[in-house]
């Protein structure tokens, strides 16, 4: 797409890279271009998975572009669709996002990695909140790290601004695994591969009902999956795939998803 952001189509996955030397910081105009990547990806019906990597392999990203705020990019500017880094706030989006963390995963870059559904991180990987010391508030990660790790392990990083390793990191479940760097994305391009072949409509109701269940108490959540008032849910029982994974039991074969 441009110098900033490039894609990588291969089969139903779309591999997104930042490149913003040196560290991969995020200003609004490369926020917007982030944002209409990670929407075409939703949008495009041909495209199952999405792979979030950054160049480089000192800093994942260091979030929100500092120089940029002062040389006049304001911090409640336009963001662009999905607000920042495109991921955050992108309404409808429904399908599977791996995150491949290689290098410093800092502010507004920690909270892109919390934008995945699947983070794998390269073994010096190292992640931190410092916005307390700038005397600013890290929205994201507060709303959404004390639901993924131990609240009184979030409230430190968020108090203290403390700097989390990869291996301390993979104990508390904030990443599915840690490896190699030279494995990294070998790993991450075979669950992709393993997702790209998986069906889709189920994948899209289990992102939906997931999200849907944060605001939601249990039984009101499954009420409104029994009585489909889920959109995905809706597609999927009423679909062809929702038949095809029962069929290719009874056949004793591999089922053949469609997305339809």
Same mark, same amino acid.
């Given at each position: 797409m441009?110098?900033?952001?490039t894609t ?10 930042l ?17 209409e ?14 792979i979030?990597?950054?160049a ?5 990203? #260091? %979030?929100w572009?500092?120089? /940029? !705020?002062?040389?006049g ?5 336009? @963001?662009? $669709?999905?607000?920042?880094a ?9 399908k ?5 963390v290689n290098?410093m ?8 990695m ?15 909140l410092?916005?307390?010391? #700038? %005397?600013?508030?890290?929205d /994201? !990660?507060?709303i ?6 131990? @609240?009184? $392990?979030?409230m ?5 601004g403390?700097?989390?390793d ?20 070998d ?5 992709a ?11 899209a109701s ?6 849907? !269940?944060?605001?939601?108490k249990?039984?009101d ?6 009585k ?19 069929k290719?039991?009874?056949e004793?074969?591999d089922?053949v998803?469609?997305?339809k």
């Open positions: 441009t110098d900033v952001i990588r189509r291969e089969g139903g996955i779309l591999e997104v890279t490149d913003r030397p040196k560290a991969n910081a995020i200003d609004l105009h490369t926020s917007r271009l982030m944002g990547t990670f929407r075409e990806f939703r949008d495009d019906p041909e495209l199952r998975v999405a979030v990597q950054t480089g392999d000192k800093f994942f990203c #260091a %979030g572009d500092l120089k /940029a !705020a002062a040389d990019d304001a911090v409640d500017g336009d @963001y662009g $669709v999905g607000g920042f495109g991921l955050q706030e992108l309404r409808g989006l429904n599977p996002v791996i995150a491949a290098g995963a800092v502010g507004g870059g920690f909270e892109l919390l934008s995945a559904d699947l983070i794998y991180a390269s073994e010096h990987s190292s992640f931190a410092p916005e307390i010391k #700038a %005397g600013t508030l890290a /994201a !990660a507060t959404k790290l004390p639901k993924r790790i131990p @609240y009184h $392990v979030a430190e990083m968020l108090y203290r403390r700097w989390m990869s291996a301390e990191a993979l104990r508390w479940g904030l990443v599915n695994e840690v490896l190699p760097t030279d494995e990294l994305m790993r991450v391009w075979e669950v591969f393993e997702l790209a072949a998986g069906p889709p409509l189920v994948f289990i992102k939906e009902v997931a999200r849907e !269940a944060e605001a939601m249990f039984q959540t499954m009420n409104r999956i029994t489909r008032q889920l959109e995905t849910v809706d597609t999927l029982y009423g679909s062809e795939d929702g038949m095809e994974g029962f290719a039991f009874a004793k074969r089922p998803w469609k997305g």
